[in-house]
């Protein structure tokens, strides 16, 4: 089901970035986001004893599409969805220090662990 859904994310992002040639700025597509609100509630829950961060970044220095706004909009949603992960959304750069320097301090990283 995941994968479908990924593979379905995936063409409709591609058909965004082929058809989007601007610079300004574009909200998430709310189509999508509601596409994978409907597929996130179908998802099972997956608690986790340590609180995990995702950094989710996002810049664009050619054309700003929307892709871009609706993929970090899908992350922050089946982060909040599955509790599996907080997503950080940003177009900071200062947090790749803060996530580097956490990679460092624990020395390993941490993947979810999934039931089969």
Do not use: C, W
């Not at 054309?63 to 949603?77: D, G, N, S, Y």
């Not at 947090?95 to 320097?101: G, K, M, V």
Request: no cysteine; charged share 20%.
């Amino acid at each position: 089901m995941l994968m479908v859904f990924i593979a379905a994310l995936g063409l409709a992002m591609l058909g965004h970035i082929l058809a989007a040639d601007t610079n300004e700025y574009r909200p998430p597509d709310p189509a999508i986001v509601a596409k994978a609100e409907f597929i996130a509630a179908s998802l099972k829950a997956a608690p986790s004893k340590k609180k995990r961060s995702v950094l989710v970044y996002g810049i664009s220095f050619g054309p700003h599409r929307t892709t871009i706004r609706t993929a970090q909009e899908v992350f922050k949603l089946l982060g909040q969805k599955t509790n599996a992960y907080e997503a950080v959304v940003s177009e900071d750069l200062a947090n790749f220090e803060y996530f580097a320097h956490q990679f460092y301090r624990l020395g390993e990283i941490e993947f979810i662990e999934v039931d089969a």
